[in-house]
Antibody
Framework: EVQLLESGGGLVQPGESLRLSCAAS????????INWVRQAPGQGLEWVSA????????FYADSVKGRFSISRDNSQNTLYLQMDTLRVEDTAIYYC???????????WGQGTLVVVSS | DIQMTQSPSSLSASIGDRVTISCRAS??????LNWFEQKPGKAPKLLIY???SLQTGVPSRFSGSGSGTDFTLTISSLQPEDFATYYC?????????FGQGTRLEIK
């Protein structure tokens, strides 16, 4: 069974940093692109970032480019999102979601909540 | 960046109704259009990919159509479990933007 488990969320102040993790199991982790998608309270979905299976390609939303950095450790089946210079508007549930051979975002984790507030 | 616009933003319907939700891209995305369903407190779920391909396990009352810039999600006969929020998303080019969502409510 495919599982994605996010962790690392919490309460931080504006300008601080946080690193999220997404631990995967049940599939060949290094073969698939994994994404981060976030959802602010009561709002819609926002795609944030993605990294290809071998890590050669990374993609970011304009809203986080230069502040967030995606990485992965295929030996540990884990994806990371390093979030620096956090803003109040980064407050959201952060989901990781994997692609398949056919398409994107086929399986999702349960999400981890990040709150940026003074 | 490609902008995705859904309509309507909300919709009231009854059990058994046929419902259509539209999604328009700001430029051609050929068939790289996906539809997701999200229920309160839950992660989104992929329903349709590549504009019209039904994801494994999704009931056949869901269907998708369209290409280029205009797409449609149709639910042929609403069931109680279908009341949720629906999002379109383009996977043609990064950033892979979502529509703003359509909230489907019980009439």
């Amino acid at each position: 069974e495919v599982q994605l488990l996010e962790s690392g969320g919490g309460l931080v102040q504006p300008g601080e940093s946080l690193r999220l993790s997404c631990a995967a199991s049940g599939f060949t982790f290094s073969s698939y692109t994994i994404n981060w998608v976030r959802q602010a309270p009561g709002q819609g979905l926002e795609w944030v970032s993605a990294m290809s299976g071998r890590g050669g390609r990374t993609f970011y939303a304009d809203s986080v480019k230069g502040r967030f950095s995606i990485s992965r450790d295929n030996s540990q089946n884990t994806l990371y999102l390093q979030m620096d210079t956090l803003r109040v508007e980064d407050t959201a549930i952060y989901y990781c979601a994997r692609d398949s051979a056919e398409t994107t975002l086929v399986q999702w984790g349960q999400g981890t909540l990040v709150v940026v507030s003074s | 960046d490609i902008q995705m616009t859904q309509s309507p933003s909300s919709l009231s319907a009854s059990i058994g109704d046929r419902v259509t939700i539209s999604c328009r891209a700001s430029q051609s995305i050929t068939y790289y259009l996906n539809w997701f369903e999200q229920k309160p407190g839950k992660a989104p779920k992929l329903l349709i990919y590549a504009a019209s391909s039904l994801q494994t396990g999704v009931p056949s009352r869901f269907s998708g159509s369209g290409s280029g810039t205009d797409f449609t999600l149709t639910i042929s006969s609403l069931q109680p479990e279908d009341f949720a929020t629906y999002y379109c998303q383009q996977s043609h080019s990064a950033p892979y933007t979502f529509g703003q969502g359509t909230r489907l409510e019980i009439k």
